[in-house]
T-cell receptor, first 110, second 113 residues
């Protein structure tokens, strides 16, 4: 089993839709997690950190289910500008070894 | 506020050539990292430097060497480039050992022919 697995998508949704991505991880000792956003041919940028059961920032909500070892990212009221690849990130043996999922691509259309 | 600066942005090498990718950060971060990103795969850690004066191997260190020149700069060297090293290389830095996430540079697109 890969350390971090994501559905590659793409998820094609209309503006205003709610969309959710899941990510599963294998290291049960991981305590905190991250979601990064990566635009085409750009660098990843930190979107949210998830330190406990979840985190909310405006239209974005991240939830953590430790028992099932998955993390989810919910985007409400999708905007065209949300179109990007979303990377799930899990520490492996410490924060100096972040493991990145391959990403889930989101395309929001008018 | 430049953040993390990588040079060059693009490079084409012939098999067997060597080159050094440069990375500098101006955020006074202690930790720095080199990742590579290939299509359909997540970013993979090549080497990292938890603090000035230390370097450690990541997931895919073979074929690479690194130097933490000072607190600001962390370079990645390919001694004898191979086509399998064609990739996008990202440098990143973090404060607090990565607990608050990483800041990435804009990447170097390397093609080895």
């Amino acid at each position: 089993r890969k350390e971090v697995e994501q559905d590659p998508g793409p998820f094609n949704v209309p503006e205003g839709a709610t969309v959710a991505f899941n990510c599963t991880y294998s290291n049960s000792a991981s305590q905190s997690f991250f979601w990064y956003r990566q635009d085409c041919r750009k660098e990843p940028k930190l979107l949210m950190s998830v330190y406990s059961s979840g985190n909310e920032d405006g239209r974005f909500t991240a939830q953590l289910n430790r028992a099932s070892q998955y993390i989810s990212l919910l985007i409400r009221d999708s905007k065209l500008s949300d179109s990007a690849t979303y990377l799930c990130v899990v520490p492996s043996g410490g924060y100096n070894k972040l493991i990145f999922g391959a990403g889930t691509r989101l395309a929001v259309h008018p | 506020n430049a953040g993390v600066t990588q040079t060059p942005k693009f490079q084409v090498l012939k098999t067997g050539q060597s080159m050094t990718l440069q990375c500098a950060q101006d955020m006074n971060h202690n930790s720095m990292y080199w990742y590579r990103q290939d299509p359909g795969m997540g970013l993979r850690l090549i080497y990292y430097s938890a603090s000035e004066g230390t370097t450690d191997k990541g997931e895919v260190p073979n074929g690479y060497n690194v130097s933490r020149l000072n607190k600001r700069e962390f370079s990645l060297r390919l001694e004898s480039a191979a086509p399998s090293q064609t990739s996008v290389y990202f440098c990143a830095s973090s404060e607090a050992g990565g607990r608050d996430g990483y800041t990435f540079g804009s990447g170097t697109r390397l093609t080895v022919v």
